[in-house]
Each structure stands twice: as structure tokens, then as C-alpha cells.
């Protein structure tokens, strides 16, 4: 089946570093792929739509200069949170869809815990 | 009005029930439809697809319907092992748009 790999699975780092997360598709290609964030007790939110070289569509509210997103190949996206704060300490996700493939479900790579201390 | 909606929940029922989750999509020309299930702390992982003629796998019943546009979900003889957030997705199969109910927390109890 198709399998989506995120990496790191954690991360704890100091307020004012940037983290870098990867997404990788292993076994299809993904023109596009999305991240989430979901607070503890609370549903996934949507955060940006990344699209293979183009530029990502972020969701209302979202700051696109605080959370970088590359998508330079099509089995590669990353999403950087940049000068983090302890409020971005949450559960980022990344999903993605076989191109192509109409009625594809989403497959979900295992996420990233990051802590802001 | 949002694309989709699902009950929160929580919903507490003893092992052995069966117990069912509805979502209501507002867009007609959803395509493709989609149960996942959540763990506590881990990412969504699909449960099953959800086909215009119904689907079993197992205890799990999907069922969809497009003049009501619901789509819902059957679990039988309920498992402790079952308790998770369920949730539903939709897709008007464009490849960029995936529609998410806010999911339904199941506890299965003792």
C-alpha cells in the first residue's frame, strides 16, 4: 500500500530555532501534499496545500513567512516553522494522494511532535 | 456552512454494542468518501473506503448516501480495541481538495 514518511516523528528545540520537517512519499508521486496541525483534544486543521513547483495555498489564518513550505520534487515536501515559540508546539501531519488516481485515498505520513520550550 | 459535519460525540458504549456514525457533506459533487480512524496522539490512519453500492469489512459496515449526502459508519460487537476518534473524509476527487469531519470519539467500555 502506499505509504507516507515524515521525519522527524519528534522534536523538542529552544524558542527563536527553526525546525525543518520533512514529507516523502515512498511509493507514488504526489503533486500535491498537505499539512495539518492538531492540538491535543482538538481536530486536524488544515494548515497549507503544497504543490510541486508552485507555490503552497496556505488556510485563512495561517502565516506563510512563519511556516515555510517547499515542494520541490514530487515525492518531497517541507514544511519549516521558522523562529518557533512555545505556542507552535502542537502534532504537525502531513498527507498526501496518488497523482492521478482519482478516488485515491489520503494517506497520512506518522506525524511530528515539536515542543517549544 | 461547513463541507462536512460530523458529531463529535463522545460516544461511551459498553463491549459487544454496535453503534453507528453519520456525516453530512454539503457539496453534491463529492466523489469519493473516506473513514479513517485516529489514535490518541498518532496520525489518521484509513479504516475503509466508502463505495455508492455500501461495503463490509469485518465487523465494519460503510454505507453512503447520495440523496441525503451521508455517508455512515457500522461497527458491530464493539471491541475494547476499538476505541479511537473516527473520522470522515470527502473528496470531489479533483486531487487537491480532501474534506474533513471534526471526528466522533468512541470509548468502548469494560
Known amino acids: 500500500g502506499a505509504v507516507v514518511s515524515q521525519h522527524p516523528s519528534r522534536v523538542i528545540c529552544k524558542s527563536g530555532t527553526s525546525v525543518k520537517i520533512e514529507c516523502r512519499s515512498l511509493d507514488f508521486q504526489a503533486t500535491t501534499m498537505f499539512w495539518y496541525r492538531q492540538f491535543p483534544k482538538q481536530s486536524l486543521m488544515l494548515m497549507a496545500t503544497?504543490?510541486?513547483?508552485?507555490?503552497?495555498?496556505?488556510e485563512q489564518g495561517v502565516e506563510k513567512d512563519k511556516f515555510l513550505i517547499n515542494h520541490a520534487s514530487l515525492t518531497l515536501s517541507t514544511l519549516t516553522v521558522t523562529s518557533a515559540h512555545p505556542e507552535d508546539s502542537s502534532f504537525y501531519i502531513c498527507s498526501a494522494s496518488k497523482q492521478g488516481a482519482g478516488n485515491s485515498p489520503l494517506h497520512f505520513g506518522n506525524g511530528t511532535r515539536l515542543t517549544v520550550t | 456552512r461547513k463541507e462536512v459535519e460530523q458529531d463529535p460525540g463522545p460516544f461511551n458504549v459498553p463491549e459487544g454494542a454496535t453503534v453507528a456514525f453519520n456525516c453530512t457533506y454539503s457539496n453534491s459533487a463529492s466523489q469519493s468518501f473516506f473513514w479513517y480512524r485516529q489514535d490518541c496522539r498518532k496520525e489518521p490512519k484509513l479504516l475503509m473506503s466508502?463505495?455508492?453500492s455500501g461495503n463490509e469489512d469485518g465487523r465494519f459496515t460503510a454505507q453512503l448516501n447520495r440523496a441525503s449526502q451521508y455517508i455512515s459508519l457500522l461497527i458491530r460487537d464493539s471491541k475494547l480495541s476499538d476505541s479511537a476518534t473516527y473520522l470522515c473524509?470527502?473528496?470531489?476527487?479533483?486531487?487537491?481538495?480532501?474534506?474533513f469531519g471534526t471526528g466522533t470519539s468512541l470509548t468502548v467500555i469494560p
Open positions: 473524509v470527502v473528496t470531489p476527487n479533483t486531487g487537491n481538495q480532501f474534506y
Open positions: 503544497s504543490n510541486e513547483g508552485s507555490k503552497a495555498t496556505y
Open positions: 466508502v463505495y455508492s
